[in-house]
């Protein structure tokens, strides 16, 4: 099989990895303002509580951040320093932007690395959440994990792209 055509498809399915990064992170902000939003309303209204808005929230939040940002990658609005950046020239623009790039691509596999060990022990000693849910933490812990595969996916898309388009100016 050509590695262009391996390379294509590659871009394909992280494209839509970060699509469903994306759907999943839109899902988790609208739970989260649900359950704040009845958290509010049953302590204004009902006095009482449902003593699991602040957990759940926080877990919903962790899964927004993670889960959205190779989107937010991939649509080019993560964060550059700019003032700097646009005062390149095309070629070191594109040499700048595969150097940040690689060394994303080695800090994002030493977060993955962690992250998975982290996984890997809460689901061998079955943590759960010190509330009074006793929520399995490997849950919330594992869209960290998903988050960073989709991010790293997609910052091995950027660098093909940039390696290419390097072969463009020379």
């Keep these: 099989m050509n590695f262009k055509i391996i390379i294509k498809y590659f871009d394909k399915i992280i494209e839509k990895f970060s699509a469903w990064g994306l759907t999943l992170a839109s899902v988790l902000i609208f ?13 204004s209204f009902l006095n009482f509580s449902i003593l699991i808005a602040d957990e759940y929230s926080g877990y919903f939040c962790v ?17 550059k320093i700019d003032f700097l950046y646009n005062r390149l020239s095309k070629k070191w623009k594109n040499v700048s932007f ?9 800090y ?3 977060l993955l690395y962690s992250a998975w060990g982290f996984v ?3 689901f061998k ?6 509330f009074m849910t006793r929520t399995p933490l490997i849950y919330p812990q594992s869209l960290i994990v998903i988050g960073l595969i989709f991010l790293i996916g997609q910052i091995v898309v950027d660098i093909k792209e ?9």
Excluded: P
């Excluded at 951040?65 to 609005?77: E, F």
């Design 31 to 43: 739970m989260m303002s649900l359950i704040v939003t009845v958290e509010v309303i049953c302590r």
């Design 63 to 79: 899964g927004v951040a993670c889960l959205g940002v190779a989107y937010s990658l991939r649509t080019r609005s993560f964060v």
């Design 98 to 106: 595969l150097f940040a790039r690689v060394i994303s691509f080695i």
């Design 108 to 110: 994002v596999a030493i």
């Design 120 to 122: 890997m022990a809460t």
């Design 125 to 130: 000693y079955k943590t759960t959440s010190m």
């Design 162 to 170: 940039s390696i290419e388009n390097i072969k463009i100016q020379d």
